[in-house]
Nanobody
Framework: QVQLVESGGDLVQAGGSLRLSCAYS????????MAWFRQAPGKERDLVAT???????NYALSVKGRFTISRDNAKNTLYLQMNSLRPEDTAVYYC?????????????WGQGTQVTVSS
């Protein structure tokens, strides 16, 4: 079993920065890709950024150039550095991991952390 716990969400003014963290624990040796998603009120959960075990990154167009995803496997932590924040970035941010412990991909989610950007 893998557990994910996010932290770092806060209220910040537009133009500000935040760094989200996602600590992963349990049987972490089978985690492959990891990602950050976000869900604004009344909207679907959207992909923000992904990172593979080799460090390859992809970003949603809306955050490219402003957000940076990274992972520290020694510390079992996934990060999302968010700069130049905009009110439209307001959402609950979720950490995601693909867990292959059982030989098939299992989706693992954290509980979410609230990011609110004021104008």
């Amino acid at each position: 079993q893998v557990q994910l716990v996010e932290s770092g969400g806060d209220l910040v003014q537009a133009g500000g920065s935040l760094r989200l963290s996602c600590a992963y624990s349990g049987d972490t040796g089978y985690i492959s890709d990891m990602a950050w998603f976000r869900q604004a009120p009344g909207k679907e959960r959207d992909l923000v950024a992904t990172i593979t075990t080799s460090g390859a990154r992809n970003y949603a167009l809306s955050v490219k150039g402003r957000f940076t995803i990274s992972r520290d496997n020694a510390k079992n932590t996934l990060y999302l550095q968010m700069n130049s924040l905009r009110p439209e970035d307001t959402a609950v941010y979720y950490c995601y991991a693909a867990d292959w412990r059982l030989g098939v991909e299992k989706d693992v989610w954290g509980q979410g952390t609230q990011v609110t950007v004021s104008s």
